[in-house]
């Protein structure tokens, strides 16, 4: 972790030198034969064909809005300028964003330019949001870093946030580089078959580490914040707990401290509740209820166990609010999350 003074995005170097529109420009080459995430569908989205994730060629807003249920990094004291894209490549029976994620006759409606996508970053900008947060991009990638090089043009300069569900392709990642400041991923499985089946995707496991691996070595395990505590650049994982540990939080955690490091940033979070086909459907009856509190204090126990040392957790009784323990403390026991309030 370091404090540096607010420097200028690295996307702004890029804008300089020209080098992000070329990067923009191979982005939308990828929608002529769809390959933006890992489902490969081959679309044409330039023709407006639409691809699996339900979307074409412009990008589809459902909100915006200055946000306060981030990380307290990001959110600050005026919130994070949190935008969420509809529509997604993920089809998640327990999807707390359902009716944005898995609507798209609805969200066809949200359909909106590249132009009025970068308005919309320079009015959250206009408000005081200290980032602009991209919730759910994946699909839309090449639609986000359009509208950064639009909104450089008129003179943007806050940070942006990657929201991701991790189902990312690295060719996507590597043209992302230096034009995202900050990673912020979900790392849903540990097991494959349980991205297949709650998820409905191939090869969650695999794809989203190999995405996490790049956002990496982008960024190292380094969290860059500035004089008032506001991150600027750096990589959090988030790990949702789910029931029955469904998630592999343990697997999940051990992955990060041999594969990447044990000071990469972990954001744990308690959130879950049944919720979309979840709650109603009895083929995921593993998922119908909300994580337990002995399940949440052993996945909090599990971050001393294995090493982690930078994050964020969530409290338990109120998931809106998180706070920052000393990872470091090994004399402070994991297994009681009230030691940590």
Known sequence: MTNEPPGKPSYLTLYETGELERRVEALEELLARCTVCPRDCLNNRLENQIAACYSGRLPVVSSYTPHFGEEPALVGTRGA??????????????CQNYQISQTHKTQIKNEISHERLSEIMLELASRGCHNIN???????????????LLAAEQGFQLPVVYNTNAYDSVEVLRLLDSVVDIYLPDLKYADADAG???SKVQNYTEHARRAITEMYHQTGDELVFDSSGLLRRGL????LVLPNDLAGVRESLEWIRDTLSPR???????????TNRAATDDRY????????ESEWLR?????????LEEGWL???????????PDFTNREVPFNDIRDFQ
């Open 285 to 292: 009856t593993l998922l119908s209820r909300r994580i337990t």
């Open 196 to 198: 297949y089946t709650y």
């Open 81 to 94: 300028g949190n935008i969420f894209f509809g529509n997604c490549n993920l089809r998640c029976v327990y």
């Open 236 to 239: 959090v994982i988030r790990l």
């Open 299 to 307: 996945a909090v126990a599990l971050l001393g166990e294995i090493g």
């Open 264 to 274: 990469v940033a972990i954001s744990l979070m308690a959130q879950y509740y049944a």
């Open 314 to 324: 969530q409290e338990y009784d109120s998931a809106a609010h998180y706070y920052r």
């Open 134 to 148: 991209f919730v759910s991009p994946t699909h839309f990638a090449p639609q986000m870093a359009r509208a950064i």
